[in-house]
């Protein structure tokens, strides 16, 4: 996207970025990253996919230029946070180190500019699957790897017709009453844990499923991911929290530019 304004953030958080898998959207992550002018970025887990790059090597240029971009934005005055998630998890045991100007936590406090506190996690923790049967969710990694594979045919042909892209995985998410009972259990517990810390909020990623919300009493914040939702939890200088789907959020710049021009 060209001639895009500079957006200023105070912080943005995203997740799930799985860089490695074939379905990362790498291009678009690009774009935001170049867009926002922020002062600190937190990644909050799943950046690099290990498990699948332990099944199969794939790496392509533009996922290299989405870690060049991260460094690059460390060493020119963004604070980079660093919070592994469960399929980068090697990464954890580097707990409290910095590499690059780029550090390392296993969680973290982060207090917005009006004052609340949000603890920072991945939320894997609260994945009963992935807690309790690291076999079953890596069969659930592979279901989820193939649908997404079909998705991106079925998306092929939707644009050869003048379609919009459409989420397969989002549409069965929403049909079937144990995902959506899933996706309740683990916001509620998510949410019920930073209760229990006394925090003004939570957020998190893992389940891919973007949310912006009050649950218990505290802020439930889920940025999403960079496979199906392009989305981000971002905050502006006043610390507003907002949660941005990047399509309709470049889109929303794009007719901004055109009435500018």
Not at 13 to 39: N, P, Q
Not at 76 to 90: A, K
Not at 106 to 112: I, P
């Amino acid at each position: 996207m060209s001639h895009t304004p500079s957006l200023r953030l105070r912080s943005a958080f995203i997740s799930d970025i799985h860089l490695g898998t074939r379905g990362c959207r790498a291009d678009l992550l690009l774009e935001f990253l170049k867009t926002v002018h922020v002062d600190t970025l937190y990644l909050v887990g799943d950046v690099v996919d290990m498990w699948s790059l332990k099944r199969n090597v794939f790496w392509p240029q533009a996922h290299n230029n989405v870690v060049r971009a991260l460094l690059g934005m460390a060493r020119h005055g963004t604070r980079v946070i660093f919070v592994p998630g469960n399929h980068d998890e090697m990464f954890r045991e580097l707990a409290g180190s910095v590499f690059g100007n780029l550090e390392i936590h296993r969680e973290y406090l982060h207090e917005t500019a009006d004052g609340r506190r949000l603890l920072v996690l991945h939320g894997d923790e609260f994945d009963g699957v992935v807690k309790c049967s690291r076999w079953l969710a890596q069969l659930g990694t592979w279901v989820y790897d193939l649908l997404l594979w079909l998705n991106r045919q079925v998306n092929g042909v939707r644009r050869a017709l003048g379609f919009q892209h459409w989420s397969l995985v989002s549409h069965l998410k929403q049909m079937s009453r144990n995902a959506v009972q899933y996706i309740a259990n683990f916001e509620q517990a998510v949410a019920y844990a930073a209760y229990r810390r006394g925090v003004d909020g939570v957020v998190c990623g893992h389940i891919h499923r973007p949310a912006l919300t009050k649950l218990n009493g505290v802020w439930y914040c889920n940025d999403g991911d960079w496979v199906e939702s392009c989305s981000a939890v971002v905050e502006d200088l006043n610390g507003r929290l907002s949660l941005w789907n990047w399509v309709e959020q470049r889109e929303r710049l794009t007719a901004l530019i055109e009435r500018a021009a």
